[in-house]
């Protein structure tokens, strides 16, 4: 379709078509990927095995991690919760939910890509440039502006005065025979002089 304008004038110059082209190439290419990567499925197996790891390993640190009920040096044991083992849990536990999440973020959570929605609709633009606006071109004219162009202030922006950059050396007028270069005789060799 950008050819077919570019062959009827509408697009003047190989630059702006190459530059189109360019544009759409990138964004396909970025569909192509999002496509990839929900076709893609990371086998069930990976997930299955670090949940299992993840629970298995704070099970057993569980039961490693109680103190015992008497004390062999008679010495007062005076911890009821294990505050740190609770902490790794709660750090494990989350970073095993941010890597499920990372490893399908094409979901159907609410957090997630609305992914198919996407799909959707751009395959119902493209159909819809295609079977029915391929002909439509808008037209191209050039803008008509002011001589002076005028740029829209703020309030605060408006007061400050405007000080233009000066020409000061527009009106700084030199003899004609001062701008001429002059040999001086006797001044010897130029190679005398470095």
């Keep these: 379709m950008m050819?077919?304008?570019?062959?009827?004038?509408?697009?003047?110059h190989t630059n702006?078509?190459?530059?189109?082209?360019?544009?759409?190439?990138?964004?396909r290419n970025g569909f192509f990927q999002l496509f990839i990567y929900d076709w893609i499925?990371?086998?069930l197996v990976y997930t299955q095995v670090s949940t299992i790891s993840v629970y298995g390993y704070f099970l057993f640190a569980l039961i490693?991690?109680?103190?015992?009920?008497?004390?062999?040096?008679e010495e007062i044991v005076d911890v009821y919760v294990p505050i740190f083992t609770i902490l790794q849990f709660l750090f494990y536990v989350g970073w095993l939910k941010v890597g499920?999440?990372?490893?399908?973020?094409?979901?159907?959570?609410?957090?997630?890509?609305?992914?198919n929605y996407i799909l959707e609709r751009n395959l119902e633009v493209s159909m819809l440039i295609v079977d029915d606006l391929?002909?439509?071109?808008?037209?191209?004219?050039?803008?008509?502006?002011?001589?002076?162009?005028?740029?829209?202030?703020t309030s605060a922006s408006a007061?400050?005065?405007?000080?233009?950059?000066?020409?000061?050396?527009?009106?700084?007028?030199?003899?004609?025979?001062?701008m001429q270069v002059h040999a001086v005789p006797g001044s010897g060799n130029?190679?005398?002089?470095i």
């Design 159 to 178: 007061k400050l005065s405007n000080h233009p950059q000066r020409q000061h050396l527009r009106k700084l007028k030199f003899n004609v025979d001062a």
């Design 41 to 43: 499925a990371i086998p």
């Design 134 to 153: 391929h002909n439509q071109v808008p037209p191209v004219y050039v803008e008509s502006l002011d001589d002076e162009i005028h740029l829209l202030h």
């Design 64 to 73: 490693g991690r109680q103190y015992p009920s008497k004390n062999e040096n």
């Design 16 to 27: 702006e078509l190459r530059v189109l082209l360019d544009a759409l190439e990138k964004y």
């Design 3 to 12: 050819v077919r304008c570019f062959e009827k004038g509408t697009l003047t």
């Design 100 to 115: 499920e999440d990372l490893m399908f973020p094409f979901g159907a959570d609410d957090e997630d890509f609305e992914f």
């Design 190 to 193: 130029i190679f005398n002089l």
